[in-house]
């Protein structure tokens, strides 16, 4: 399956930053793997036009809404709206700042192919848990509780992010990552079958152009989710240029 290098700019970026865009889109005109960032909502349609055909845009939440009165939100619809293909749901962001439950994220799930759009599902387990030993118990209750039935491979990816990973320079060993991969892979099996060989699984947690080599030739490791490394083009650059 064609991998997927995955950027993830946060609460980053503002007009400016449209000059990493062009100069990722510039340096990798025919990318080996899938490419999309997802930047603040305020500026996905601008990026959406600076990034041309190679590299796919998306939003970092969305409401299961279409439409209503529900202040400061945006709706799947408007993602692609605004050029996006891809949301990027359940994050542990979201799920810690706005107390999103594994419901929250499987309704957002739903709304972004209720949009024609890819859901990145996110889940992951925290410190505490992965030294008590749940990593395993706690990411597939996450996903069997996030990710909607009716799943596909064409608009469904799962990223696990260990929550400590994230933004801290600290990586799982890669036996750790093919661990739960495997069995995030498994899970997804027994419950969607043959759908589930295609669906993407990205690793995400301080993954840098030094160790992304090592990360995606890791077994059922399908692409990266990336924060901090996906704001400068030449780091995401050298991502995209290991998941070749
Ligand atoms: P990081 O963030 O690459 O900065 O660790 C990853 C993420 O939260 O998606």
Redesign the pocket.
């Known amino acids: 399956m064609r991998k997927l290098a995955a950027g993830?700019w946060?609460m980053n970026g503002l007009g400016e930053s449209l000059s990493e865009i062009r100069a990722l889109a510039e340096a990798h005109p025919a990318p080996a793997c899938d490419v999309l960032i997802c930047p603040p909502s305020t500026l996905l349609a601008r990026l959406s036009d600076a990034a041309g055909d190679a590299i796919a845009t998306g939003a970092q939440d969305c409401h299961a809404n279409e439409t209503g009165a529900h202040t400061g939100d945006i709706s799947a619809e408007m993602v692609a709206d605004a050029g996006g293909t891809y949301v990027?749901v359940g994050?542990?962001?979201r799920r810690t700042d706005h107390g999103e439950t594994d419901d929250t994220v499987n309704a957002k799930a739903r709304a972004a192919w209720r949009a024609g759009l890819s859901a990145i599902v996110?889940v992951g387990e925290t410190l505490a848990q992965r030294e008590a030993g749940e990593a395993l118990s706690v990411v597939g209750a996450q996903v069997a509780g996030s990710v909607p039935d009716g799943a596909r491979a064409a608009n469904t990816v799962v990223?696990y992010?260990p929550v400590w990973?994230?933004?801290?320079?600290k990586v799982p060993t890669l036996e750790e990552i093919a661990e739960v991969h495997d069995d995030i892979r498994a899970r997804l099996k027994a419950r969607f079958g043959a759908e589930a060989d295609g669906m993407r699984l990205l690793y995400?947690?301080?993954?840098?152009p030094g160790n992304a080599a090592e990360i995606f030739g890791t077994s059922n490791v399908d692409g990266a989710?990336?924060?901090?490394?996906?704001l400068k083009a030449e780091d995401f650059g050298g991502i995209i240029a290991a998941l070749a």
Request: glycine share 24%.
């Open positions: 993830n946060k990027i994050h542990s962001e996110c990223a992010e990973a994230i933004g801290t320079g995400g947690g301080s993954v840098k989710l990336v924060g901090g490394a996906s």
